[in-house]
């Protein structure tokens, strides 16, 4: 009834509207829907679930899996595997990531880690050329710049620890659209117009996602993927070891073999999925659970949590200079953090501190509240190019309470831009997530310190932040982000939206965003922000800067217990929050 949820939490309308209903002496059904007409932006209302991807077939793919009965790593294996097909650019097979689940029976979180990792060849130095300088096309642009990749296997563990269908069921749809084929949408055909020349030097790049004579697909062609349609149906009959050690993985080694790879056979058979304790925190009387390391997500999401928990953010205004300035103090301090204490956990210890309220408190007296800290004086920087961020989430909510937040990348938009012949698929080129040289800057401008040297069968540091927030014990949000080092901020705004402002799932996404990461000492922003606001900043000593790219693509579910409010990011077309139909009585 008039629940309050974080969709609720616009108190006065809402308990109004409530109120009246109850006045009236109308029989309130138990799921009275709480929506604020008085909102800009809405979200898609389920009463069965939810599913929202950047992409909207995929998020179609998950419904349907919803719909017939399966739970939420069902429908979340499914949208992985049916993003490889549908979004290239970043849903893969030759990649990794993260995924958050919680269970509803036992009201367990786990934190599932299938990041990419080193090859056993790698080493520390891998990418500096005899100049002394980080070869930065080696780096991202070659064989060498692929890590081992880990998503097959983390969807197949997935499933087969949590979820309830067969994978040659859960991977059908997957199969179907790879082989009849997908219409391609105006933002793909953008995508791969935008994509073209990095693809074209791949034979078998070009050969997947350019038309004959190489130019880019146009809207309304037919993208027709059989390599990868069979890939995935011998992944469907044996498992993940059709990919790493049956005839996929004869074909990726075969592939590092004829170009100066490094992935060996070995490298492959090797590859095992971590569960990893999630980063908890709290927050106003929310807990929150995050991607712990190798993702630097939720460890700086809690950290900025606990800083932020000390001034009363509603105060101040959504989005006002005095507000912001807090958020930009806040992230610059975590971001030096950052590149100074995180790596892999099973190769340096990350300190445990980081996430301590008391920690919290100390960084928050440096803070001034008047005026700018610069970064130089929390820490040496450097000036640093910005680069293309691309990665994408998909969050999925089932009926029974149970939640799936998942973040999987290629690392660039189209990875390295190399594909496996005959194999379908695209290489990450995660391996520049690594410090190549402590102190030089990969292609986000983050930099790392030695804790993310390059090492043999490390991960690679990530920004990547499936979370999820809980309110008496319930999980009530679930959201994350593409976007590189912009992906922990997109979620931090998201959270405090919702919880310090008040917004619904989809009004919290459409805020214009902020994002500061220490080095380069500026602000980045997006377009919505105030000229008087960026003045005010301006005179406070931040360098406010317009963002070239949007600041993170949220694909976010929140539920109030009786339903599901599915927001997919305005930032980019194409993607859909879908809830599943109700099952007929
Ligand atoms: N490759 C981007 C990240 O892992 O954060």
Not at 57 to 72: C, D, K
Not at 384 to 405: A, C, K, L, Y
Request: hydrophobic content about 45%; aromatic content about 6%.
């Amino acid at each position: 009834m008039c629940k309050a949820g974080p969709n609720a939490r616009r108190g006065d309308f809402r308990l109004l509207l409530c109120l009246v209903v109850l006045a009236s002496a109308v029989p309130v059904p138990a799921a009275t829907p709480i929506i604020d007409y008085r909102d800009r932006f809405h979200p898609v209302v389920g009463e069965a679930g939810m599913v929202v991807s950047q992409e909207a077939l995929a998020s179609a793919v998950g419904a349907r899996i919803l719909e017939r009965g399966g739970n939420a790593v069902d429908a979340a294996v499914a949208v992985g595997f049916a993003l490889a097909v549908t979004l290239p650019q970043a849903g893969n097979l030759g990649g990794g990531g993260f995924m958050l689940v919680h269970l509803a029976e036992g009201d367990r979180t786990v934190a599932i880690d299938y990041r990419e990792v080193a090859p056993r060849a790698a080493h520390r130095d891998l990418f500096v050329g005899d100049d002394g300088e980080v070869d930065t096309q080696l780096a991202r642009f070659s064989h060498r710049a692929a890590g081992v990749p880990g998503t097959v296997a983390g969807l197949t563990h997935a499933l087969e620890h949590y979820g309830s269908l067969p994978l040659a069921e859960v991977l059908a749809p997957a199969i179907a659209l790879a082989e009849e084929g997908i219409e391609v949408t105006r933002p793909l055909a953008f995508s791969l117009a935008h994509a073209r020349p990095r693809l074209r030097r791949s034979a078998a790049a070009a050969g997947y996602y350019l038309r004959p004579d190489g130019s880019a697909p146009q809207e309304g062609d037919l993208l027709r993927q059989s390599d990868l349609a069979r890939t995935l149906g011998r992944i469907a009959a044996d498992g993940r070891a059709a990919f790493y050690e049956g005839g996929i993985a004869e074909l990726i080694v075969t592939e590092m073999a004829a170009h100066d790879g490094l992935i060996t056979a070995a490298d492959l058979a090797d590859y095992r999925v971590v569960e990893r304790e999630p980063v908890w925190g709290s927050y106003r009387g929310y807990r929150v659970a995050a991607m712990p390391p190798p993702s630097s997500g939720g460890v700086h999401l809690v950290q900025m949590l606990n800083i932020l928990e000390g001034w009363e953010l509603a105060e101040l205004g959504h989005n006002s200079a005095a507000y912001l300035h807090r958020l930009i103090e806040v992230m610059r301090r975590a971001y030096a953090d950052r590149s100074r204490y995180l790596g892999d956990p099973d190769f340096v210890a990350v300190p445990a501190e980081l996430t301590a309220k008391a920690y919290a408190a100390r960084l928050r007296k440096t803070i001034d509240l008047r005026r700018a800290t610069p970064s130089s004086a929390v820490a040496p920087g450097l000036e640093i190019p910005e680069e293309s961020p691309q990665t994408t989430h998909f969050s999925v909510w089932d009926r029974q309470g149970n939640v799936v937040s998942n973040t999987y990348t290629l690392n660039f938009s189209y990875g390295s831009g190399i594909a496996v012949a005959g194999a379908g698929f695209l290489l990450n080129n995660e391996m520049d997530d690594f410090s190549a040289q402590p102190g030089a800057p990969n292609a986000y401008g983050l930099l790392g310190g030695e804790a993310n040297a390059i090492a043999p069968r490390k991960r690679p540091l990530s920004s990547m932040t499936p979370a999820m927030l809980f309110k008496d014990g319930q999980p009530v949000l679930a959201t994350g982000s593409p976007g590189g080092p912009v992906i922990i901020t997109a979620v931090l705004q998201t959270l405090l939206n919702v919880v310090d402002f008040g917004m619904n799932v989809a009004e919290a996404s459409a805020q214009p965003r902020i994002h500061h990461q220490w080095q380069p000492d500026e602000v980045y922003h997006e377009s919505g922000v105030s000229p008087d606001t960026l003045q005010l900043l301006r005179g406070m000593g931040h360098h406010m800067v317009p963002s070239r790219r949007v600041l993170g693509r949220t694909q976010s579910i929140a539920s109030d217990g009786a339903r599901y409010y599915g927001a997919n990011d305005t930032r980019w077309p194409g993607g859909a929050a879908v809830a599943p139909e109700p099952a007929s009585p």
